[in-house]
């Protein structure tokens, strides 16, 4: 559950993907770079597309150890500096995922930085290898995707753990089927892509903001090229070293904390649809994800609405109090009469499902296959099942859907990289954000990131939510504004509010 993202991929796809799509897939017969510098020699031909922005790809290598096997195209969109006079350089972004595209997020360029920042910086991002229309991973039609999300994720039984086993073990082997090079798509990779972008952009240093995942891609850029760290904002941080049980326990810690303040905030509300006082709310919420469980709820869409859907939905909203926990309001109040059609639109929104039942964007997929490479998980079932009993008593709400989800990677092919340990970085000084009741990527994980990476500055976000940049406090937006406009890091660590 850790991603960060805004809408607009299909307005991307309509205006110029459909068009240009082809042109980021190797044609039959077009030669690959022959070396390294090769590769670090290219320049980018970009072309206008929709209007305001600017389209272009490179190629990267398949496999840096192996520069035979050929390449991948990556695709990149660019929002040009308003004041190209006085430009600084590019600022490349990555929204989070695994799996997030950057040129959606970049379509929404005004929403990301401040206008100064988008006068003196050309906004560019780019889809990942293995995302949107780099050579995208694809495990499922649509409507596999659909079973997906709504199947059983917290096995009460033998039978249920069969199903759970039997279902993963065949999204493994339709990824395998319907993706060539499937272990060429981890994060490490990917760092080393964004410095062949770097220079294909023509900048000496990289300028980066990455939020949630992004911040795992930014470390991993930092350890493998650190003299070519220039201004870097890490938002949302993901402390490199944790393993993935680790991860999940404490996102379902994150998540517990994050609906106990959600409910503390609705019994304050005159429309709050929860009991008094807060246990007996909780309660409420827990007795109708078992509801769902029992007998999915109806829907206006005409889709049975499953416990794993009510479970999605409701941790859709606690990304962000001020939009997320007024939908979930009214989707507990609604589910009272069996109709849970506002949680599917919660996770309709997640999972970027459209209306017609197509998905704008392949991250699900994505996702699935980018973590079981970048954190290998050599667990028997039993070690699994062992650890679900623990994540129940510390997160007893989400912790005993959380305790499976790397359950798929237990039948990956054999991944032969090891997770990489990273005990310190020295680099040009960068800005770390942590917002202090992140669900999805808690406030430790951007203090053990900071002790990491030396130099770094911490700003603590005093708030709930996901990230902290661009939320609407003055102190997080100014600081990183006149970091990257000047270079100047605050004189200590911050601590904000929103």
């Not at 596999?144 to 065949?170: I, R």
């Amino acid at each position: 559950m850790r991603k960060k993202g805004l809408k607009g991929f299909l307005a991307i796809l309509t205006v110029f993907g459909l068009l240009l799509a082809s042109t980021y897939l190797l044609k039959r017969g077009e030669a690959s770079p022959a070396s390294l510098k090769a590769y670090q020699s290219q320049k980018i031909t970009w072309s206008s597309c929709n209007s305001t922005f600017e389209c272009g790809v490179i190629k990267v290598p398949i496999d840096y150890t192996n520069l035979a096997l050929g390449a991948f195209k990556v695709a990149l969109m660019k929002y040009p500096a308003t004041d190209q006079a006085h430009k600084l350089g590019s600022l490349l972004v990555n929204p989070g995922g695994p799996g997030g595209s950057g040129i959606e997020y970049v379509f929404n360029a005004e929403y990301i930085v401040s206008p100064d920042i988008l006068a003196r910086y050309d906004l560019v991002g780019f889809d990942p290898r293995g995302v949107g229309l780099s050579t995208p991973i694809h495990c499922l039609t649509d409507k596999e995707t659909d079973a997906n999300y709504a199947a059983d994720s917290k096995p009460d039984n033998l039978k249920e753990l069969q199903t759970l086993l039997s279902n993963s073990h065949k999204y493994i082997t339709e990824c395998e089927a319907r993706t060539k090079n499937l272990m060429h798509f981890g994060t490490a990779d990917v760092a080393r892509d964004m410095d062949l972008i770097r220079s294909a952009l023509g900048d000496k240093k990289l300028n980066y903001l990455g939020k949630s995942y992004g911040t795992y891609l930014g470390t991993l850029y930092a350890q493998f090229f650190p003299h070519n760290v220039g201004r870097m904002i890490l938002d949302g941080a993901i402390d490199p070293n944790i393993s993935s049980p680790e991860q999940n326990l404490t996102q379902a810690v994150g998540f517990d904390h994050a609906l106990k303040a959600f409910v503390a905030d609705c019994l304050r509300r005159s429309d709050c649809p929860l009991p008094t006082p807060a246990s007996k709310a909780i309660a409420r919420i827990i007795a109708t994800f078992h509801k769902a469980a029992i007998k999915p709820f109806t829907s206006q869409q005409k889709r049975p609405v499953t416990e794993s859907l009510v479970v999605l939905g409701t941790a859709t909203a606690l990304y962000d109090s001020a939009t997320g926990w007024p939908q979930l309001r009214t989707a507990l109040k609604q589910v009272q009469t069996g109709d849970g059609s506002a949680f599917l639109d919660l996770t309709d929104q997640y999972t970027q499902r459209n209306p017609n039942g197509t998905y704008g964007s392949n991250e699900g997929d994505a996702a699935l296959v980018i973590d079981c490479l970048d954190w290998p998980y050599p667990r028997t079932v039993a070690q699994i099942k062992t650890a679900a009993a623990a994540f129940a008593i510390k997160a007893p709400i989400f912790g005993p859907y959380l305790a499976y989800s790397a359950l798929a990677c237990q039948f990956f092919p054999k991944v032969t990289q090891t997770t990489i340990h990273i005990s310190k970085i020295t680099t040009t000084p960068i800005i770390i954000i942590g917002t202090t009741r992140d669900p999805a990527t808690p406030y430790q994980w951007a203090l053990g990131l900071h002790a990491i990476i030396q130099n770094s500055r911490l700003i603590s976000l005093n708030a709930d939510g996901h990230t902290g940049q661009g939320r609407g406090s003055v102190c997080v937006d100014s600081a990183v504004d006149r970091y990257l406009l000047t270079g100047a890091l605050p004189a200590k660590d911050l601590a904000c509010l929103l």
